[in-house]
């Protein structure tokens, strides 16, 4: 009984303002909320490498069990190529290979062959028409020299809560289309070593 009056209520106070459905829809939406994201991760991964050195990244991937998972970890380098003149384990979380419950979760990843400091982000996963999309932002790195060998770069994984819907990526690349410098002098394969 109440709920009807206070309801009758708003409605002689609304409608004169002007408030119609039609206003209402034409108001600014929120944003897209998406699947929840658990964890992220980040840190460097191999890259596959050209006879002419240049790097490409692997294809982003989507994980759903520990078999995905454990295909994954092997773009992970095992050694920290963060300190190249004395390198130790790398300290990264998921070669620990945790066992994450693949019924209430899943891992999105992609990897970035032009930096190491900065990993991409999956920024995130928005739920709209029937599926998923996936959405990557990458830091502006245009004004960044960094010093690291072609075959490493960077990956950004997310731990999100599990749905079956399709998934697509939101992947427009990095900002710049201007090459990155880097010192490849460096890194010459050793047959073209004096």
Not at 30 to 46: C, D, S, T, V
Not at 72 to 91: A, C
Not at 147 to 165: C, D, F, M, Q, R
């Amino acid at each position: 009984m109440r709920l009807s009056l206070v309801f009758g209520f708003l409605a002689v106070i609304v409608t004169p303002l002007g408030l119609t459905a039609e206003a209402l829809s034409a108001a600014p939406k929120l944003p897209n909320q998406g699947l929840e994201i658990i964890q992220r991760f980040g840190g460097p991964a191999k890259m596959l490498v050209s006879s002419s050195m240049v790097p490409t990244e692997p294809a982003s991937m989507l994980l759903t069990n520990q078999a995905e998972f454990e295909h994954f970890l092997s773009y992970l380098p095992l050694l920290d190529v963060t300190r190249p003149t004395n390198p130790g384990p790398n300290k990264d979380l998921l070669l620990q290979r945790p066992r994450f419950d693949w019924s209430r979760y899943m891992m999105l990843v992609v990897f970035d062959s032009q930096s190491l400091a900065f990993p991409p982000n999956l920024n995130r996963v928005e739920v709209a028409r029937g599926g998923l999309t996936a959405v990557v932002e990458y830091p502006d790195t245009a004004n960044f020299i960094e010093a690291k060998a072609p075959e490493i770069g960077s990956y950004g994984a997310a731990l999100v809560t599990k749905s079956t819907l399709p998934l697509t990526w939101s992947n427009l690349g990095h900002r710049t289309t201007t090459a990155h410098k880097e010192s490849m002098m460096m890194f010459l394969p050793d047959n073209q070593k004096n």
